[in-house]
């Protein structure tokens, strides 16, 4: 009996025991996680950390992420000083470092708090900085988040905020002046910007949106940037029929520096462009904006299984990239013809800008879209984006975007188009909280709003390598690709910029003047015409004549730097342009109008076909 007695109490000892750590999981998802980030040394570009933890699990893993906004491992964990950990009373409690980026603390059953230093200068819409200017944050790379608690609400308090410094976030306000979120994910999906900015605000849609900017008043022009932002959120919600947030927040850097690119978030956006760069060119903003707002749908709710949940720990591959960024590139064209930011001429002349791109790619012919969008992991890595090496999934994807667009129209006798797989992926995948399977489900979307056949489609030119007949799909909208030959400016080195990274040389051409001025593979630009190298540099060195007169300053791989001098060579080369057909009918010309316009043709104005896509 006593044998007995005592079996039953082991069993009721493990059942309760059960039940206590299933009450402390369930605590510990539902008790909010307390951030303080203190701001209290700008000029050390150092962030104090305090993380109060609930009372939970009598050891907790805490991880800092490995990545974020771009995808490439990048180690936040690199710039932490220093990490401690007490109980409520104030008793140091044991930390045991797993791996680089993960810690594990002793005695947290009653709660914890964790108090840590990071060094925050990372500057660019994908990075996190702090400095006597301004402090932006991308929070996924400064906060450690409790592994078992990652769902649970969360709490950041900003503290030490220096005088006359205002914050501007799409978190939502708590009544103590802190901000608040439902879980991790969301949290460090919203950037935080501090500092004396301005800012302008406008609704649109039935939506209330605002436009922040950090800049030197004199680079920009409020009234300007405001007015084209309306229109093309005008054009976006209508386009796509939907607005899924009630406010949204478009934060903008103009740097005299190096500076390019966005990052989309999913109720704001962060972008960053050189001051010169908005100055010369008004209009600059106009691309860059609509793409990241297009986000807001895909990728950061149109999105692809393989990238959920967020895996913070290792790489996330998929193969849609092609889709989620290269797609948005080609819905971005749409949005700023139909917000009138782009005329045909300049919209046709883009499409040849980038046919011309992936041309003059050699790997065009050995790696596939899908494959592009794999190895994005390895776009820190200089050799990688040589043209031999690999495509862009955003030049790709794009040029896909525009022949998918035109094989639908062609396939149901122009009534779907790109809108309407968009519009069904949205109300089929994002408002039901599903996930896309990948490059497949793209696939029987857009199968299933055209009623046809489009897997030779994707197995020719998503998942292989085939050459893309433009002319085929463009034929039914009036249009052909002429291959012209030109003298092109040739300054003797390829070289590229890796997003938030500097300007690294790629490959330099065998007896040239870069050459002989000493120009190596791996040397960093610093400066290219006496401004600092950045996202533009591409451009200013394609607006060069042969003859003309280069001079870089430049940073060795062994250490050093140079300024380096010599004149700009030429080469013939082929370039793509999109022109008229040489007689375009009637019903090429309602297609095309209607391509144009990202909308599908009416029953009664649909043409007949004329043409067949391969």
């Known amino acids: 009996m006593n044998r007995f007695f005592d079996q039953v109490c082991r069993i009721l000892r493990r059942a309760l025991c059960a039940a206590a750590l299933a009450l402390f999981a369930a605590e510990a998802q539902s008790a909010p996680v307390a951030y303080t980030i203190s701001l209290a040394s700008p000029e050390q570009h150092l962030v104090e950390v305090q993380i109060i933890l609930p009372a939970g699990a009598a050891q907790r893993d805490l991880q800092l992420p490995v990545w974020n906004a771009l995808y490439q491992i990048r180690d936040f964990a690199q710039y932490v000083n220093w990490l401690r950990a007490k109980d409520r009373t104030g008793k140091e409690l044991a930390v045991r470092e797993e791996d680089k980026s993960r810690w594990e603390i002793q005695g947290t059953e009653s709660g914890a708090i964790v108090e840590y230093q990071i060094y925050v200068d990372s500057p660019g819409p994908f990075g996190a900085q702090l400095n006597s200017h301004h402090a932006f944050l991308n929070l996924a790379e400064i906060l450690i988040y409790p592994v078992d608690a990652r769902n649970a609400p969360t709490h950041v308090h900003l503290s030490h905020i220096p005088e006359g410094w205002r914050v501007a976030t799409p978190l939502a306000s708590l009544p103590d002046g802190g901000f608040s979120a439902d879980n991790y994910d969301r949290l460090v999906d919203s950037p935080v910007e501090i500092g004396s900015f301005q800012e302008s605000d406008f609704d649109e849609a039935g939506g209330h949106f605002r436009v922040v900017i950090d800049a030197d008043p004199a680079d920009y022009r409020m009234d300007k940037i405001t007015a084209d932002v309306r229109r093309i959120v005008a054009s976006a919600t209508s386009w796509m029929n939907d607005r899924p947030f009630e406010t949204y927040l478009f934060l903008y850097h103009f740097p005299r520096g190096p500076a390019g690119g966005g990052m989309e978030h999913a109720f704001s956006t962060a972008i960053d462009i050189n001051a010169e760069s908005v100055r010369q060119n008004p209009d600059a903003l106009a691309g860059v904006t609509a793409h990241e707002f297009f986000h807001l749908w895909n990728v950061k709710r149109i999105r692809p299984q393989t990238l959920e949940p967020v895996d913070y720990t290792k790489e996330n591959y998929t193969r849609a990239l092609w889709f989620s960024e290269g797609v948005t590139n080609t819905a971005e064209g749409t949005i700023e013809l139909r917000a009138g930011l782009l005329s045909e001429k300049q919209y046709l002349e883009r499409l040849g800008d980038e046919i011309t791109e992936l041309e003059r790619r050699p790997a065009h012919l050995t790696q596939s879209a899908e494959e592009s969008s794999l190895d994005a992991w390895l776009e820190g890595d200089a050799y990688y984006r040589r043209p031999e090496r690999s495509v862009s999934y955003y030049n790709k994807g794009e040029l896909l975007g525009v022949m998918l667009d035109l094989a639908m129209r062609e396939a149901s006798h122009g009534r779907a188009s790109l809108r309407e797989l968009l519009q069904w992926m949205n109300a089929n995948y994002a408002q039901k909280g599903r996930f896309f399977n990948d490059s497949v ?97 591409r451009q200013e060195l394609a607006r060069l004549n042969p003859g003309d007169p280069l001079t870089l300053k430049i940073r060795g791989r062994r250490g050093g730097e140079r300024e380096l001098k010599w004149k700009v060579g030429g080469r013939q080369e082929i370039s793509f342009e999109v022109v008229d057909l040489d007689q375009v009918t009637a019903e090429q010309r309602a297609r095309r109008s209607a391509w144009l316009k990202g909308e599908a043709q009416d029953a009664d104005q649909t043409p007949a076909v004329v043409g067949t896509a391969k």
């Open 441 to 537: 489900g793209v696939r029987e979307a857009a199968e299933t709003v055209s009623h046809a056949d489009l897997g030779p489609f994707f197995k020719k030119y998503v998942s292989g390598t085939e050459e893309i007949p433009w002319d085929d799909f463009l034929r039914s909208v009036g249009l052909h690709v002429d291959r012209v030959a030109t003298t092109v400016p040739d300054p003797g080195f390829t070289a590229s910029r890796n997003f938030d990274g500097p300007m690294a040389v790629g490959a330099v051409t065998t007896g040239s003047d870069a050459e002989r001025a000493g120009l190596q593979v791996g040397d960093t630009i610093l400066e290219l015409e006496g401004r600092p190298a950045g996202q533009e540099s």
